[in-house]
Every structure is written in C-alpha cells, then in structure tokens.
C-alpha cells in the first residue's frame, strides 16, 4: 500500500493520481472551484443532464458531479483538456458507433469530450435517457 504524502489516503499503486483536496460538497461548488473557461460548459452539460433525469438526485459521488437514483446514474468531471462523462460500461458500448463518429475517445465506462470542439449536448442528452430508461448505469 502507498500512503499519499500530502492527503494522508491509502492506494495499492504507488503514485496513485488522485485528487487530495476536500470533495466539493454541491455541483454548484464543483463547477465554480473550476477555472473560468470550463465552467459555461460544465453548466451546460450539467443542464442537459438536468433535462433527462429530472427526479435524479445530485450529488458529488468520487469527487465528481453525479446523478443518483437508487444507485449512480452517471458522472461528469472537468479534465485539463476535455471534460469526462461517465455513464457506464453498457452505455459507452451502445453509443460506440456515434462516439467514434464523432471523434469522441472513449473506453469501457469513459468518454472524452475535448473543450476545443461543440459540445454534443443532444448526444449527452441520449445518453442520460438512455442510462435513466435502461437502468443501465455508471
């Protein structure tokens, strides 16, 4: 076990990348500690889900904005230079095609949005209903 020197948590891989400060505790919190520049675009990712999964609790779930409702529905984080969705493993594969069409790295429960290009905010939308519909979840 490797004990991070600044948090004081434990990981089994030395050098483990975490995060050390405190979890936020809203999504609110989550997107104003953001730089500047990233935070238009968490909101509106954050609106989209919003949108799909009304009666979703958020919460920050692994230090990152969640969607709960009786179990994780899906995530979003703020990366350096692409913003992360979460929804799942069954989810990432279902949508693989028009991930891959889109440009959008992926893998088996991640996708890649990079901040240089349009959000695809109907894309994310599909994916939530989809996640909420299916119970297929993060």
């Known amino acids: 076990?490797?004990?991070?020197?600044?948090?004081?948590r434990a990981f089994r891989s030395e050098n483990q990348h975490h995060?050390?400060?405190?979890?936020?505790?809203?999504?609110?919190?989550?997107?104003?500690?953001?730089?500047e520049a990233l935070r238009e675009p968490l909101r509106r990712v954050r609106e989209a889900i919003r949108a799909q999964l009304p009666d979703a609790k958020e919460k920050i779930s692994w230090s990152m904005p969640?969607?709960?409702q009786?179990?994780?529905i899906l995530h979003f984080a703020a990366a350096k230079k692409h913003l992360g969705?979460?929804?799942?493993?069954?989810?990432?594969?279902?949508?693989?095609?028009?991930?891959?069409a889109?440009?959008?790295?992926?893998?088996?429960?991640?996708?890649?949005?990079?901040y240089s290009g349009e959000l695809?905010?109907?894309?994310?939308?599909?994916i939530a209903a989809w996640?909420?519909?299916?119970?297929?979840?993060?």
């Open 1 to 8: 076990m490797w004990t991070c020197p600044n948090c004081g």
């Open 19 to 35: 995060y050390c400060g405190k979890a936020p505790e809203s999504i609110d919190a989550y997107i104003d500690s953001q730089d």
């Open 66 to 68: 969640t969607y709960w």
């Open 70 to 72: 009786g179990g994780n």
């Open 85 to 100: 969705l979460y929804p799942g493993p069954e989810a990432v594969a279902h949508f693989a095609d028009r991930l891959d």
């Open 102 to 114: 889109g440009g959008f790295k992926h893998s088996k429960g991640a996708i890649q949005i990079p």
């Open 120 to 126: 695809p905010l109907a894309l994310i939308s599909e």
């Open 131 to 138: 996640c909420r519909d299916t119970g297929n979840h993060a």
